[in-house]
């Protein structure tokens, strides 16, 4: 009871201090994870990520559903649910959850590889709940007296929204929690918030997290989260969506520079605009990503300037060299984990900048990219850096020092990036 009251008592914001870095099985799985499938992805994450910083490890949607194939839902699926209307894992999928065990086991096995277990949810409440009319735990309130059955997901059909002006509301999430932090659970990515965005039950859900005592870092999912629920989302969750899910397009990826600009106000340590997880090396049940080189290179080098969590989509166990160079540079990491002010600080048809401050420091990181369809330079104004004469410039992605320049202008080809790092 006392550590409880004492984490009620500091804000959610300082358990993400940094951006959250990890793994999600979405891009590569689908809907079909399993727990063997979760094991080979983690030990892989424990030896060769977990050392540059990826720490959050997340089984994805459809965890309490045995039959689930590729990325469809079935309308008629049953879910794994207890008698209080809460979702467990299906036995098909995670043997080790039987017998009431829950994700208990696995988070055990995911932190013995020093790493941390999330999982994923949908808003609401199973309709197989209420359609039973189970009851809510602790409450004399049942599934049918909190659900809202006119607000649906458009495209998952398993639950109901929860109305949390009914008595018993804030019950249902607060027993959903209870059970997630009992199992070990440290972080939630909590589906169909949003858009619409679902303000109560975002508000429900940040006091039901709040109220287990676990640091559960909270993500709300998907986007496009409108800019207009800015304040209210960043005093609630630690990340959050800005966008659908981002996958390996470059007219995708070439939508979020203006997104993660729009997002700047609202940008603070422990609460983040997130741009989506990293479709780079193998997703999509086994392809290969259809970013190129360069592509993948700005699609990092804009997560980390723009200080977006990030989250590898790739199937671990396939990880190629180019991917993992990709992943590991600790330069390009410390920009996402360790700068501030970050905001864009030009755009032309062509060309886009984007300036962080070095913290402790008169440095500034800088990063350019060419989003135009040639090669081409970028020049970059040193005074609009606060420099003026001779400037150091380190160039993050070859960790090589670039000398003592007077001028900056990067020729990049088409759909490039380059990621600086300037001094006087």
Known sequence: ?????????????AWAATPPMGWNSWDPFGTTITESQALEQAEVMAKRL?????????????????????????????????????????AEKFPSATEKKGFKPLADAIHKKGLKFGIHMMRGIPRQAVEANLPILGTPYHAADV????????????????????????????????????????????????RPYHQAEI???????????????????????PLSAGSHVNSHANMWRISDDFWDDWHALLAQFKRLHDWTPFRREGAYPDADMLPLGTVGLGRKSRFTADESRTVMTLWCVAR???????????????????????????????????RQLFRTENAVAWVADVPNSQDRYLAVFNIGETSAKVPVDLKSLGFSGLVRVRDLWTRQDLGRLDALAPELPPHGAELFRVSK
């Not at 009871?1 to 914001?13: E, P």
């Not at 859900?205 to 989260?225: L, N």
């Open 147 to 194: 659900a809202d059955r006119s607000s649906t997901c458009s495209w998952n059909q398993d639950m109901y929204g929860v109305d949390m002006a009914k008595p018993g509301a804030q019950a249902y999430y607060d027993s959903v929690f209870r059970q997630a932090a009992a199992w070990g659970i440290d972080f939630v990515k909590v589906d169909d918030l949003s």
């Open 308 to 342: 977006s969590p990030l989250i590898d989509g790739s199937d671990l166990t396939k990880l190629d060299d180019a991917t993992f160079s990709l992943l590991t540079n600790p330069e390009v990491i410390a920009v996402n984990q360790h700068s501030g002010n970050n």
């Open 50 to 90: 977990k050392p540059f910083g990826w720490t959050y490890f997340t089984v994805d949607i459809q965890w309490y559903e045995g039959q689930s194939k590729g990325f469809d839902y079935n309308p008629n699926a049953r879910l794994t649910m207890d008698g209080y209307g809460r979702l467990l894992p299906a």
């Open 1 to 13: 009871m006392l550590l409880n009251l004492i984490l009620l008592s500091i804000d959610y914001h």
């Open 203 to 225: 508000a429900g859900i940040r006091r039901a997290i709040d109220k287990t005592g676990r640091k559960i870092v909270f993500s709300t999912s998907p986007g496009e989260t």
